[in-house]
């Protein structure tokens, strides 16, 4: 008998992740109320620096509201990965999921697969109601781009989630890896102001993470800003990430899971 495809499977996880939202309707409603509140303070923020600073040639606060969404959206995806396997390993299944037929990385894809789809969805609501505020209607430039953008954005948030959960299964440490990205990438990354405005020799550091280049790309995709030929740039540059990183995320979450089972410590937390 054959067993149902990845399609399936996706299916299933979704449906069971629907249902659980509907049951926890009040969180959605907070969530609302925080993202609400989020852009009031990013618009007076605007408003209060006033309309001549241009970062990047772009209004402050569509600067703000696509860099902090796009950021937001890409640290969820990754900690997906991380929650999967912590709350695998604390309820005791974690070993059971990762001896199933279906491989261990396809098993973690699929269940952040519905994590991923729900920021999606919260990212374009939160990037919808922001650029509503905007007393010009936005006219995005490169929507061919931006989604070309997202799915490499979304690749390299993958790979990076394959090695925070590779860490918590060796280590059972790979909250290092978020909050890394959540204490001091989001200032180098140009999330509140442009990277430009940055020291040199930050500059050079800020240049190493691929989240710096997925923000850029994305405002450039959105915005008017910066020219094409920069974009393309950008694109080329999220592209070499995507080679390097995902090979590194598979190999180093099967390799922590090989060493994990040979030392019996697969189920430690």
């Not at 992740?17 to 509907?22: E, I, W």
């Not at 040639?57 to 999967?84: A, K």
């Not at 905007?134 to 997202?150: C, D, I, Q, T």
């Not at 918590?168 to 890394?180: E, F, N, P, Y």
Request: hydrophobic residues 50%; glycine residues 8%.
């Amino acid at each position: 008998m054959i067993g149902p495809g990845l399609a399936d499977k996706a299916a299933a996880i979704l449906r069971r992740d629907v249902f659980t939202a509907m049951r926890y309707r009040s969180a959605s409603v907070l969530t609302i109320a925080g993202v609400a509140a989020e852009l009031a303070a990013f618009y007076y923020l605007a408003k209060a620096i006033g309309p001549s600073f241009r970062p990047e040639g772009t209004d402050y606060f569509s600067f703000l509201v696509v860099g902090t969404g796009f950021y937001t959206f890409l640290v969820m995806g990754i900690h997906s990965f991380l929650h999967t396997v912590q709350e695998a390993q604390q309820g005791g299944t974690f070993e059971f999921l990762m001896t199933t037929p279906t491989a261990p990385s396809i098993v973690l894809c699929l269940s952040a697969l519905s994590a991923f789809s729900r920021n999606a969805v919260q990212f374009v609501l939160y990037l919808g109601a922001g650029l509503l505020l905007l007393k010009e209607p936005l006219r995005p430039r490169e929507l061919g781009a931006s989604v070309m953008v997202f799915l490499l954005s979304v690749a390299i948030a993958v790979a990076i989630g394959m090695m925070a959960a590779a860490l918590q299964v060796a280590t059972q440490k790979g909250s290092v890896i978020l909050w890394a990205l959540g204490s001091g990438a989001w200032l180098l990354t140009g999330t509140l102001f442009p990277v430009a405005d940055l020291p040199r020799w930050l500059r050079s550091t800020a240049n190493l993470i691929p989240l710096t280049h997925a923000l850029n790309a994305m405002r450039s995709a959105l915005l008017e800003g910066s020219g094409r030929s920069k974009l393309l740039q950008e694109i080329g540059v999220l592209a070499a990430f995507c080679l390097v990183l995902l090979p590194l995320g598979l190999l180093s979450f099967s390799y922590s899971l090989r060493r994990a089972r040979l030392q019996g410590t697969l189920s430690s937390y």
